[in-house]
T-cell receptor, first 112, second 112 residues
Framework: QQQVKQSPQSLIVQKGGISIINCAYE??????FPWYQQFPGKGPALLIA?????SEKKEGRFTISFNKSAKQFSLHIMDSQPGDSATYFC???????????FGTGTRLTIIP | KAGVTQTPRYLIKTRGQQVTLSCSPI?????VSWYQQTPGQGLQFLFE???????NKGNFPGRFSGRQFSNSRSEMNVSTLELGDSALYLC???????????FGSGTRLTVV
């Protein structure tokens, strides 16, 4: 019940297109859903996060959509750029502790 | 503002040895967490410390231990190393509870 399932495993998008990565969770106690971006040789960096009291959050070209009833959330990257090529992780935690449960990651490649 | 600093960056150890990894959080951050990242298992939570107290622990054997000092710096120790302990070990710090984590670049441990 602690799993966070992420898809797709890899994604190729043309420059200027929209990249969409999806995550689903089972634990209804989860109440904090961050997305992290990781470049080779670096640790994950927090991109954007959402709590279940809102259905959407936008920061620049990055948007999280959240569907509480379906227990799903997704990351949309608008106007994708080659510099967005990285591995993206969704994660979740519950109010009881700081532990983040991560998805398996999506390797995003933006082609010119 | 300095980020999360992890030392050393790379480490090669022999099976059966022990190892200590160090993490200096962002100044003022009191919560420090450790994660193990491997291609097969992804990002897995090891433990979290706040004000020198372990608040949460993941599902790792007792060979994995950690501590936090009064200046919030943290160390993790792995005893009796196994080949499967080869991984990127990431430290993350947070200013407040349920805040976004800032990760370090990790320590790449190779057990031979």
């Amino acid at each position: 019940q602690q799993q966070v399932k992420q898809s797709p495993q890899s994604l190729i998008v043309q420059k200027g297109g929209i990249s969409i990565i999806n995550c689903a969770y089972e634990n209804t106690a989860f109440d904090y859903f961050p997305w992290y971006q990781q470049f080779p040789g670096k640790g994950p960096a927090l991109l954007i996060a959402i709590r279940p009291d809102v259905s959407e959050k936008k920061e620049g070209r990055f948007t999280i959509s959240f569907n509480k009833s379906a227990k799903q959330f997704s990351l949309h990257i608008m106007d994708s750029q080659p510099g967005d090529s990285a591995t993206y992780f969704c994660a979740a935690s519950d109010g009881g502790n700081e532990k983040l449960t991560f998805g398996t990651g999506t390797r995003l490649t933006i082609i010119p | 503002k300095a980020g999360v600093t992890q030392t050393p960056r790379y480490l090669i150890k022999t099976r059966g040895q022990q190892v200590t990894l160090s993490c200096s959080p962002i100044s003022g951050h009191r919560s420090v967490s450790w994660y193990q990242q491997t291609p097969g298992q992804g990002l897995q939570f090891l433990f979290e410390y706040f004000s020198e107290t372990q608040r949460n622990k993941g599902n790792f054997p007792g060979r994995f231990s950690g501590r936090q000092f009064s200046n919030s710096r943290s160390e993790m120790n792995v005893s009796t190393l196994e080949l499967g302990d080869s991984a990127l070990y990431l430290c993350a710090s947070s200013l407040e509870q349920r805040g976004g984590y800032t990760f370090g670049s990790g320590t790449r441990l190779t057990v031979v």
